[in-house]
């Protein structure tokens, strides 16, 4: 069997230090490139002089906005119809915004040199507090685009009225605010780019760390003018993306009009810093949610009111119909007879993004709600959270099943992945234990989590970014001698993609996996497609790898029957082997089968030599993988430090291909949730200055706040994918940050506590102990 | 100024400006890609090489503070297809996935493994501490580094 837990092919490299990552890359001639960011948050920039910088003698080139207004790039587009600024022309609209760039003869000249340049702004009232964006008398960021106010959109998904009567006919009501803070996704690598325009033919390369290599050739085209055949974007390996590397950043165009002014590569490497104050942020989603039950526990219906926070510029990466993402199947796994929500999008003073780090195109954000909502719920209503779960979780037999806001839920056994949960964690030893310790006045928390993700986008039809459809495209060729190469047009950032895609295709032909080499990352050699984020590699890249191996299992099979003298339909597949129906000993192996394609063979009518296939696969649907989650806390009573004992995680994610890599991703995503829950926090104060911006404030978890994760497992085929497989890079992201918030909230309860937001830091924990919740996002006094 | 820097065994002469990071005379002057650089702040731990047999953020020392030291990068580790134990055993369990970290964390786990060869999981959770890992939520690190401990000739063949 070629689907099982293969050790991966990338290790040999990445064990020995012997990865490329774009700050590895070393050209003939490289210079340095360094950005100057604005120290204010919001101000009118007076005056750029960079006539100190120019005359460093290490400077070889110092670009302001005027000189890319000049060349027609000082703004360029962004995923979601809005423009961003690639280096301030008028203003500047957050802290850490791109101003200059300087290109110098190494690192530490192109840092020198910043300090020579003289900026004179004029500071302008600041708006970081989102719900007060809207304020009359709030400044207006966004003067570029003639708006009068910070509003960016008004979107809503649902039926408002079926659901208002559902409301007004419900026994129990709960309600609850709460914020899903702003966070980063902070890969380890920062963002780069070598950039590098040949001098003879003018053909730009762009190494960079890019989770969508496709996608960002199409942007550097819009923006330079430059025809694609001229625009090589090269993705090497990437040092963790996690959304971060989906959009286009300045730095990047920096490097490439570097290059284009100095005629020389040009690396451009940002520095943490710069990555926690600039790059794509994730979330900030200020939610109102309303959720209406009988009685006895079944819900009626469930509303939610979101303003979002979208920083300075609409820079979201997501298909472009959705401005929300995602976020309206926040009905998540429960049988919901009426749902609405609206989402007010808003700008601020803060560094553009808001779809990164793991979401799933915000269903992070919505799983989030309505999980917390059933809590609430099930306190309101005195009954265990698991019970109220299992009253209400989507049945078996109602699948596929099209939620109260359209989304069709492919495969699914929910209560039997609960009941798993149940069984692993002891759940209800557990809740005998919490009792005893709540009699003695220690508090341990259980939070539960029941997430269905949405991933794979997507029909093309319906899913697109900047108006290209999201199909992705594969491209198979067997060589003479047997051994394979796939292209692809979806990028690994970790995920293993040169292990599992060979295993997909070896599967098919019966090629051992270390035959198949996959190629993915270079636009000069791979498939044009979107590239890999929400979860979408397994889903859409994974179908078109089987899609193509099973194309060219056909032609080997014209060729086997030009070998055999027998008609194709008497042609039987083996695994890696077609013989004739009934004579076993009579068939050619796929190796033997590959020599004769491309052999003087002679081939019947219409059957093109060689094997070699493409195809383009534009999913009929998304496909839903789901999980039960539970986390169980420990709280210091006197310090409010949370420690978590135990994470237990019961994922579905139909056929698993590799399954020592499917737990790997489980894993990542359930550190995840505890960064997010209780330590990662990014604040801004009055003035706009972000206080997250280093690895000293914006904390991460490291191996003392995981606990040792125990995973479960269902498995429920997808019945559209090709092999039945789901996505599972964010499901545990998406999934835990709920049972962690639920299981200290939980372990609160003798303190009357209903909510608090994240991050539960020990001092959030504390002040919520004394009925005094913090706003941990704003350092306003 | 001029320092001298026994790295993998190699002495190295070189003239850097005083300010020079270890991690860029690694990285930028003698092309030890392996190294790698995450944060400004000691916190992420990718740059972790010894320094005269201690663990060390390199992002934090001067290329002067190692002049007449040794030091000693992943790239020293194992030699062509010999791989040593830790190697190995990120192999095995899975404790690699962009490998960014990977470097950093093998040079403290072998460190570890010299000191205490038979470490418990919160030893090795301890050791690796203050270092970051955003891919594996670190059970399968910490795994790696049991499998080490339990194989120290490596696997058999």
């Known amino acids: 069997m070629t689907y099982g837990s293969l050790p991966r092919k990338e290790d040999a490299r990445f064990v020995r230090g012997r990865g490329t990552f774009v700050d590895d890359l070393v050209l003939p001639g490289m210079l340095h490139g360094a950005i100057l960011r604005s120290p204010h948050a919001h101000a009118r920039l007076l005056s750029v002089d960079t006539s100190a910088a120019e005359a460093h003698p290490k400077v070889r080139a110092v670009l302001t906005g005027k000189d890319l207004a000049e060349r027609g790039m000082a703004w360029m587009p962004t995923l979601s119809h809005d423009v961003q600024a690639v280096l301030a022309t008028d203003k500047v609209r957050f802290q850490g915004q791109e101003i200059a760039f300087v290109v110098a003869e190494d690192r530490y000249a192109a840092r020198d040199a910043l300090e020579l340049i003289d900026v004179e702004y004029e500071p302008l009232p600041v708006v970081v507090d989102a719900p007060a964006a809207l304020a009359a008398g709030a400044a207006v960021i966004r003067d570029d685009l003639g708006k009068a106010d910070n509003h960016v959109f008004d979107?809503?998904?649902?039926?408002?009225?079926?659901?208002?009567?559902?409301?007004?006919?419900?026994?129990?009501?709960?309600?609850?605010?709460?914020?899903?803070?702003?966070?980063?996704?902070?890969?380890?690598?920062?963002?780069?780019?070598?950039?590098?325009?040949?001098?003879?033919?003018?053909?730009?390369?762009?190494?960079?760390?890019?989770?969508?290599?496709?996608?960002?050739?199409?942007?550097?085209?819009?923006?330079?003018?430059?025809?694609?055949?001229?625009?090589?974007?090269?993705?090497?390996?990437?040092?963790?993306?996690?959304?971060?590397?989906?959009?286009?950043?300045?730095?990047?165009?920096?490097?490439?009009?570097?290059?284009?002014?100095?005629?020389?590569?040009?690396?451009?490497?940002?520095?943490?810093?710069?990555?926690?104050?600039?790059?794509?942020?994730?979330?900030?989603?200020?939610?109102?949610?309303?959720?209406?039950?009988?009685?006895?526990?079944?819900?009626?219906?469930?509303?939610?009111?979101?303003?979002?926070?979208?920083?300075?510029?609409?820079?979201?990466?997501?298909?472009?119909?959705?401005?929300?993402?995602?976020?309206?199947?926040?009905?998540?796994?429960?049988?919901?007879?009426?749902?609405?929500?609206?989402?007010?999008?808003?700008?601020?003073?803060?560094?553009?993004?808001?779809?990164?780090?793991?979401?799933?195109?915000?269903?992070?954000?919505?799983?989030?709600?309505?999980?917390?909502?059933?809590?609430?719920?099930a306190r309101e209503l005195g009954l265990d959270p698991a019970e109220l779960r299992m009253r209400n979780l989507l049945r078996p037999e109602q699948f596929p099943y099209t939620c109260a806001t359209g989304w069709q839920y492919d495969s699914g056994d929910y209560p039997r992945a609960l009941t798993l949960l149940k069984e692993i964690s002891g759940y209800d030893e557990l809740r005998r234990e919490q009792a005893g310790k709540r009699a003695r006045g220690e508090l341990m928390g259980?939070?539960?989590?029941?997430?269905?993700?949405?991933?794979?986008?997507?029909?093309?039809?319906?899913?697109?970014?900047?108006?290209?459809?999201?199909?992705?495209?594969?491209?198979?060729r067997v060589h003479p001698s047997g051994s394979a190469v796939l292209r692809l047009s979806c990028m690994s950032q970790g995920q293993g993609h040169e292990t599992t895609f060979a295993q997909l295709v070896s599967a098919e032909l019966g090629i051992p996996p270390e035959e198949v080499e996959v190629v993915q990352g270079d636009t000069d050699h791979t498939p044009f497609g979107l590239?890999?984020?929400?979860?979408?590699?397994?889903?859409?890249?994974?179908?078109?790898?089987?899609?193509?191996?099973?194309?060219?299992?056909?032609?080997?099979?014209?060729?086997?029957?030009?070998?055999?003298?027998?008609?194709?339909?008497?042609?039987?597949?083996?695994?890696?082997?077609?013989?004739?129906?009934?004579?076993?000993?009579?068939?050619?192996?796929?190796?033997?089968?590959?020599?004769?394609?491309?052999?003087?063979?002679?081939?019947?009518?219409?059957v093109e030599g060689q094997l070699y296939a493409s195809t383009v696969y534009s999913p009929p649907n998304?496909?839903?993988?789901?999980?039960?989650?539970?986390?169980?806390?420990?709280?210091?009573?006197?310090?409010?430090?949370?420690?978590?004992?135990?994470?237990?995680?019961?994922?579905d994610c139909g056929v698993r291909i590799n399954p020592m890599i499917v737990a790997g991703q489980v894993h990542r995503g359930l550190a995840d949730g505890i960064g997010m829950a209780l330590m990662e926090l990014m604040a801004f104060d009055a003035d706009g200055n972000h206080l997250g911006g280093s690895f000293m404030d914006y904390l991460l978890p490291t191996a003392l706040e995981c606990p040792s994760w125990e995973l479960g497992e269902t498995v429920t085929p997808s019945p559209h994918h090709p092999i039945g497989a789901k996505g599972i890079g964010e499901s545990a992201t998406v999934g835990s940050p709920a049972a962690v918030v639920n299981a200290v909230v939980d372990a609160l309860a003798p303190f009357g506590v209903r909510h608090a937001d994240m991050p539960l830091t020990p001092a959030a924990v504390w002040r919520a102990m004394r009925g005094k919740p913090l706003r941990a996002d704003l350092a306003i006094s | 100024m001029e320092i001298t820097v026994t790295v993998n065994g190699e002495p190295h002469r070189r003239t850097v400006e005083p300010r020079l990071l270890l991690v860029h005379l690694l990285r930028d002057d003698l092309g030890l890609t392996g190294t790698h650089w995450g944060c400004d702040t000691s916190n992420c731990g990718t740059c972790v090489v010894w320094l005269d047999d201690l663990p060390v953020k390199s992002c934090t020392v001067l290329a002067a503070m190692a002049d007449g030291k040794r030091v000693r990068t992943v790239e020293d580790l194992g030699h062509g297809a010999e791989l040593d134990p830790v190697q190995q055993g990120f192999v095995a369990c899975h404790g690699i996935q962009c490998g960014f970290c990977t470097p950093g964390m093998l040079?403290?786990?072998?460190?570890?493994?010299?000191?205490?060869?038979?470490?418990?999981?919160?030893?090795?959770?301890?050791?690796?501490?203050?270092?970051?890992?955003?891919?594996?939520?670190?059970?399968?690190?910490?795994?790696?580094?049991?499998?080490?401990?339990?194989?120290?000739?490596?696997?058999?063949?």
């Open chain 2, 107 to 157: 040079m403290t786990a072998r460190w570890l493994l010299d000191h205490d060869p038979d470490p418990s999981e919160d030893v090795i959770r301890e050791a690796i501490s203050g270092q970051l890992c955003r891919c594996t939520g670190y059970e399968n690190i910490v795994r790696s580094i049991r499998w080490a401990a339990e194989h120290p000739d490596g696997a058999t063949p």
């Open chain 1, 531 to 606: 590239g890999t984020y929400g979860s979408r590699s397994t889903p859409v890249s994974g179908a078109a790898a089987v899609t193509v191996a099973r194309k060219v299992r056909e032609r080997a099979r014209q060729v086997a029957s030009a070998m055999l003298e027998v008609s194709p339909d008497d042609l039987e597949w083996e695994r890696g082997r077609w013989f004739v129906r009934g004579v076993p000993g009579r068939g050619h192996t796929i190796r033997e089968i590959a020599l004769a394609a491309h052999s003087d063979l002679a081939l019947p009518e219409g």
């Open chain 1, 446 to 476: 259980l939070g539960l989590s029941f997430f269905t993700e949405a991933v794979g986008a997507g029909p093309r039809e319906h899913m697109d970014i900047l108006g290209f459809g999201m199909a992705d495209g594969a491209e198979l």
């Open chain 1, 622 to 651: 998304l496909t839903y993988p789901f999980g039960a989650y539970l986390c169980v806390v420990d709280v210091d009573a006197d310090t409010g430090q949370v420690r978590v004992r135990r994470f237990v995680a019961v994922d």
């Open chain 1, 155 to 377: 979107w809503s998904s649902g039926d408002e009225a079926a659901t208002e009567a559902a409301f007004a006919k419900a026994e129990v009501v709960a309600r609850q605010d709460m914020l899903y803070p702003r966070v980063h996704p902070a890969p380890l690598e920062t963002c780069g780019a070598v950039a590098d325009v040949d001098a003879i033919t003018g053909k730009l390369t762009v190494w960079a760390t890019a989770q969508a290599p496709h996608a960002h050739r199409i942007l550097y085209s819009r923006i330079t003018g430059l025809p694609e055949h001229r625009i090589r974007i090269v993705a090497p390996d990437i040092g963790g993306g996690f959304g971060n590397k989906v959009g286009m950043y300045p730095g990047y165009l920096c490097a490439v009009v570097g290059s284009m002014v100095t005629g020389r590569p040009v690396k451009w490497t940002e520095d943490r810093s710069e990555n926690l104050m600039s790059t794509s942020f994730a979330r900030d989603y200020h939610m109102r949610g309303e959720i209406a039950a009988t009685r006895d526990g079944r819900l009626l219906g469930l509303r939610v009111r979101v303003l979002a926070d979208h920083g300075a510029f609409n820079g979201t990466a997501q298909p472009a119909k959705f401005p929300a993402g995602f976020f309206h199947v926040f009905t998540g796994s429960y049988d919901l007879p009426a749902a609405f929500c609206s989402v007010t999008g808003v700008y601020t003073n803060k560094a553009p993004g808001g779809v990164a780090y793991a979401c799933s195109f915000r269903i992070t954000e919505a799983v989030y709600v309505v999980e917390r909502m059933m809590d609430v719920l």
